[in-house]
């Protein structure tokens, strides 16, 4: 869905049911997924010598989000301590050797430790500068990002009909996308509602989940069918863009084509491996404790902090930001004053 589409979306929503309180069009953010992307792509560095990049440019990001999306609400979820505990109990090599040697930018960071220690110091940070914000930020202990924004996707619908987007470049989201869920992905500046689901990867998003087991997920080190790549998937599953599909559904259709490919036989052959990866990467089912939802539904209601301005703005300058965002305070204070005056 591009920019067009996007205001036509919004018009029309508009149109239908008028912007009237915060959880008429909340923005979900993968913080940590937002955070890396400007880490990773900004090599901004302040006057002290030290980068910044990440900071910097998720504060912009904030900015260009809130212009394109108008949300009456936004929150901000990061993973927990021990985050990835609960799946590696399933698949011990889950997320295993996540960039344990690779040095982001060699013209900034002269070792692994610089890297890590400033991507600590400029997560930190951000979250002095988030409190100064009418936004809310929210981790669980053992619990994922994608977790929480999943539950909440599904809560706030229900609870408060909200129209929910969700930012970040990971594809497991687009098993939530739905008539009130749209996924934006930074990296390819694209939205994605059922229809680009669908015409992008060839399939329902109802059966996206079905997509991901198949295919596997290399940056978290599941493992798909060996051999089926994109284009294979689409020939050899079209049932997957007709009609929803449970797993049972996909192994049964398999056990009856199992002489027409070795992929079918293969994939019965490994329904066991290929049904822990589904549960894995399931979010229609997020992992998260019964005390933890119960948070979470008061969470929706909390108030979000008020924008504090000058606060915000000390901090701008004491990090050596002045040339992340021209005319800092006046576009800032533009930014968020909608947010601000939904924030109760």
Sequence with gaps: ???????????????????????????????????????????????????VGGLGGFIRSLNFLIKQIQPTSLYVVFDGVGSS????????????GRNLTRVTNWDIFESLEDEHDSKVDQLVRLIHYLKCLPVKTVSIDKAEADDIIAYLSKKLPEKHNSQVFIVSNDRDFMQLVNNNVILYR?????????????????VLVENFILYK???????????????????????????????????????NLCASKYK?????????????????????????????????????????????????????????????????????????????????SYRK
């Design 1 to 51: 869905m591009n920019r067009k589409e996007l205001l036509q979306l919004l018009e029309t929503m508009e149109q239908e049911t008028p912007v009237s309180n915060k959880h008429d069009r909340v923005l979900l953010i993968d913080g940590l997924n937002l955070f890396f992307r400007n880490f990773t792509t900004i090599k901004y560095v302040n006057e002290a010598g030290a980068h």
């Design 85 to 96: 505990t609960n799946r590696k109990n399933l698949l011990p090599e889950y997320k295993s």
């Design 186 to 202: 930074p990296a390819e500046k694209e939205f994605f509602d059922k229809k680009a689901v669908k015409e992008n990867f060839g």
């Design 213 to 251: 087991t198949l295919m596997g997920d290399n940056s978290d080190k599941i493992e798909g069918v060996k051999g089926l790549g994109e284009k294979g998937l689409r020939k050899k599953f079209p049932e997957l863009a007709e009609c929803p599909m449970s797993f049972s559904d996909l192994i």
């Design 260 to 340: 027409e490919n070795v992929t079918y036989s293969k994939i019965v052959f490994e329904a066991d491996r290929l049904e822990k990866n589904y549960k894995i990467m399931d979010l229609s089912n997020p992992i998260i404790g019964e005390n933890d939802k119960e948070y979470l539904d008061d969470f929706i209601d909390e108030l979000a902090p008020e924008l504090n301005l000058k606060a915000f703005m000390r901090l701008y300058n004491e990090d050596g930001l002045g040339k992340t965002i021209l005319n800092t305070e006046y576009v800032i204070n533009e930014s968020f004053k909608v947010l601000n």
